[in-house]
């Protein structure tokens, strides 16, 4: 089962940031096990608009 996670806080405004998707990190998949394949949440911001990603747990 997956740990919920702090929202991310948007730098530009400090509003709390919406998880829209976890996508595979393909650029750094070479250097990775396919089996250990690098996640990275993308997340938005309701306020204004700005997006931000970091690593998936």
Same mark, same amino acid.
């Given at each position: 089962?997956? #740990?919920?996670? /702090?929202?991310?806080? *948007?730098? /530009? *405004?400090?509003?709390?940031? @919406?998880?829209? $998707? !976890?996508?595979? @990190?393909? +650029? &750094?998949? !070479?250097? /990775? /096990?396919? $089996? =250990? =394949?690098? %996640? %990275? !949440?993308?997340? &938005? *911001?309701?306020? *204004?608009? +700005? &997006? $931000? &990603?970091? =690593? $998936? #747990?």
């Amino acid at each position: 089962m997956k #740990q919920e996670r /702090k929202p991310m806080h *948007c730098s /530009k *405004c400090d509003m709390d940031m @919406n998880l829209h $998707a !976890e996508k595979i @990190n393909y +650029a &750094t998949m !070479e250097s /990775k /096990k396919k $089996a =250990e =394949e690098p %996640v %990275v !949440e993308i997340h &938005t *911001c309701p306020g *204004c608009g +700005a &997006t $931000a &990603t970091r =690593e $998936a #747990q």
